[in-house]
C-alpha cells in the first residue's frame, strides 16, 4: 500500500477529504489483487468490506431462476460497486454476483470504517451518492436496452466497438447482452455469412465495422 495515498489521485471526488478524514482512510485501508475469475461475492451472502478498484475489472451480473445471467455493470479503474455501497447503507445482504474478469488491484474499507465516514464526511458521502446515480442510470439504460432493443442489434453494436479482436466467449456476450448462448452463436453465425465478421479459435475478428455499426443503428 502506498502510504501516501497515491491511489487517491484514481478517485478525484475524495481530494476534498479533511486531513483527519484522509488519515483516518489511509491508515485503515488495505490493498488487495484479486485473479481473474474470482468470485468476490454472491446472492444472499454478507457484506463486509466496500471495495474501490485501482486497476482490473469486475462484472456484476444476475443469475434468473431458469439459470440465464444478465450484466448490470463492471466496476473498473477508479470505480466503486453500487450494490457493495448499497448493502452496506442498508445492512442487507448482497443481490448480484461478482466475478473478477482480468487480474485486478483494488483497496478496501471495512464495513466499519464505510460506516464512520459516511457519517462523518461530506465529502466522502457525496462521492458514495455520486456512484450511486451514476451506476442506477448506467443499470436503468441497460435494463431498457434489453427489453426493447433486439439482440441482434446490441450485438452488432458491441462487436462495432471492441478496439481488436474480441476474445469474450460467447456465454460472456450472452452474460453481458442478458440473453441465451445459443442465441449468441445465432447472430454470430449470420453476421459472419454476410461477411462482417471472422470467427477464430478464441477470438471474433472484426471486418466490417461500419457494416455493423449500420445494422446496430438499424430501426426494428
Same mark, same amino acid.
Given at each position: 500500500m502506498?502510504?501516501?495515498?497515491?491511489?487517491?489521485?484514481? *478517485?478525484?471526488?475524495?481530494?476534498?477529504?479533511?486531513?483527519?478524514?484522509?488519515? =483516518?482512510?489511509?491508515?485503515?485501508?488495505?490493498?488487495?489483487?484479486?485473479?481473474?475469475? +474470482?468470485?468476490? *461475492?454472491?446472492?444472499? +451472502?454478507?457484506?463486509?468490506?466496500?471495495?474501490?478498484?485501482?486497476?482490473?475489472? %469486475? &462484472?456484476?451480473?444476475? =443469475?434468473?431462476?431458469?439459470?440465464?445471467?444478465?450484466?448490470?455493470?463492471?466496476v473498473?479503474?477508479?470505480?466503486?460497486?453500487?450494490?457493495?455501497?448499497?448493502?452496506?447503507?442498508?445492512?442487507?445482504?448482497?443481490?448480484?454476483? #461478482?466475478?473478477?474478469e @482480468?487480474?485486478?488491484?483494488?483497496? %478496501?474499507?471495512?464495513?466499519?470504517?464505510?460506516?464512520?465516514l459516511?457519517?462523518?464526511?461530506?465529502? !466522502?458521502?457525496? !462521492?458514495? *451518492?455520486?456512484g *450511486? #446515480? &451514476?451506476?442506477?442510470?448506467? %443499470?436503468?439504460?441497460?435494463?431498457?436496452?434489453?427489453? !426493447?432493443?433486439?439482440?441482434?442489434?446490441?450485438?452488432? &453494436?458491441?462487436?462495432?466497438?471492441?478496439?481488436?479482436?474480441?476474445?469474450?466467449?460467447?456465454?460472456?456476450?450472452? %452474460?453481458?447482452? #442478458?440473453?441465451? @448462448?445459443?442465441?449468441?452463436?445465432?447472430?454470430?453465425?449470420? !453476421?459472419?455469412?454476410?461477411?462482417?465478421?471472422?470467427?477464430?479459435?478464441?477470438?471474433?475478428?472484426?471486418?466490417?465495422?461500419?457494416?455493423?455499426?449500420?445494422?446496430?443503428?438499424?430501426?426494428?
Amino acid at each position: 500500500m502506498d502510504p501516501c495515498g497515491g491511489w487517491l489521485d484514481l *478517485f478525484p471526488d475524495l481530494a476534498e477529504l479533511s486531513a483527519d478524514d484522509r488519515a =483516518l482512510l489511509l491508515g485503515r485501508v488495505k490493498e488487495t489483487s484479486l485473479p481473474a475469475g +474470482a468470485v468476490l *461475492f454472491t446472492p444472499g +451472502a454478507a457484506c463486509e468490506l466496500y471495495l474501490l478498484v485501482v486497476d482490473g475489472s %469486475i &462484472r456484476v451480473q444476475m =443469475l434468473a431462476d431458469n439459470g440465464r445471467e444478465i450484466l448490470l455493470y463492471r466496476v473498473e479503474t477508479g470505480q466503486s460497486c453500487l450494490l457493495t455501497a448499497a448493502a452496506l447503507v442498508a445492512g442487507e445482504a448482497y443481490a448480484a454476483e #461478482g466475478v473478477v474478469e @482480468r487480474p485486478t488491484r483494488a483497496v %478496501i474499507l471495512p464495513a466499519d470504517l464505510f460506516d464512520r465516514l459516511l457519517g462523518a464526511s461530506a465529502v !466522502f458521502r457525496r !462521492f458514495v *451518492f455520486a456512484g *450511486f #446515480g &451514476r451506476r442506477v442510470a448506467g %443499470i436503468l439504460d441497460t435494463m431498457q436496452a434489453a427489453v !426493447f432493443q433486439p439482440v441482434e442489434r446490441r450485438l452488432a &453494436r458491441r462487436l462495432a466497438t471492441a478496439a481488436g479482436p474480441v476474445t469474450a466467449t460467447h456465454r460472456d456476450l450472452a %452474460i453481458e447482452l #442478458g440473453t441465451a @448462448r445459443e442465441v449468441v452463436s445465432r447472430h454470430l453465425d449470420a !453476421f459472419e455469412r454476410r461477411g462482417l465478421l471472422r470467427r477464430r479459435r478464441g477470438s471474433i475478428e472484426v471486418l466490417d465495422p461500419a457494416g455493423l455499426a449500420r445494422l446496430a443503428d438499424q430501426c426494428d
